[in-house]
């Protein structure tokens, strides 16, 4: 069983890691450089925008203790989304990421409440 000192420093990890993550990320999508594939899944293009600026904001957030949890909670729903996308589109083995952003996201939602 980990002690609380272990547990704050994974929250901690996963939070920067899904910092990186989301910063990366959303910088493609505010930048257009997912527009064709947004296309190919059925999406307007405003929406890669709007995912965009989402995942940039969550970004920030992870980095702040105070705000990790609505960074979280923010992140959730778009990692189902992306999810829900790849399997619809028959690219299931491209749903990883989203899967593990997913799993660390609700980690530190459960940690940071």
Request: zero cysteines; aromatic letters at 10%.
């Amino acid at each position: 069983m980990a002690n609380n000192g272990n547990l704050g420093k994974a929250v901690k990890v996963a939070s920067i890691i899904l910092a990186l993550l989301f910063l990366l990320n959303g910088g493609m999508k505010v930048a257009g450089m997912m527009v064709d594939q947004f296309a190919m899944w059925g999406y307007p293009a405003w929406f890669q925008y709007l995912i965009g600026v989402v995942e940039l904001l969550a970004g920030v957030a992870f980095f702040r203790q105070s705000t990790r949890f609505l960074a979280a909670i923010a992140v959730i729903p778009i990692m189902a989304g992306a999810i829900f996308t790849l399997v619809k589109a028959g690219t299931a083995a491209l749903s990883v990421t989203p899967v593990v952003a997913l799993l660390l996201a609700l980690f530190v939602a459960k940690q940071s409440r």
